[in-house]
């Protein structure tokens, strides 16, 4: 499968963006089974998870987003997204969508996402 990430950009601490991920290259019904997350990578530091969600719709998320962010997916349009609000200068990262399931794991390009202070 294939993962397209879009709707990184500048916006200043305190805005919203919404990221999106479509994937392609996978039936629905494999499409379906993936458990889709959202990583981040700042400069010299690890990826890390920011949010998940998992073939039925459970959700977990870094203690660091929790209640600014929100993960969720449309199926049938094979697109996950993350709703980002009240962003603050140190969410500033790229931004990675993942995707998995028993057979396999599949990371996109990633989308830069910068927050102006």
């Known amino acids: 499968v294939q993962l397209v990430e879009s709707g990184g950009g500048l916006v200043q601490a305190g805005g919203s963006l919404r990221l999106s991920c479509v994937a392609s290259?996978?039936?629905?019904?494999?499409?379906?089974?993936?458990?889709m997350g959202w990583y981040r990578q700042a400069p010299g530091k690890q990826r890390e998870l920011v949010a998940g969600i998992t073939s039925d719709g459970s959700t977990n998320y870094a203690d660091s987003v929790k209640g600014r962010f929100t993960i969720s997916r449309h199926n049938a349009k094979k697109t996950v997204y993350l709703q980002m609000s009240r962003l603050k200068p140190e969410d500033t990262a790229v931004y990675y969508c993942n995707g998995k399931n028993y057979k396999l794991e599949s990371w996109g390009q990633g989308t830069q996402v910068t927050v102006s202070s």
């Open positions: 290259g996978s039936i629905l019904s494999t499409y379906v089974t993936y458990t």
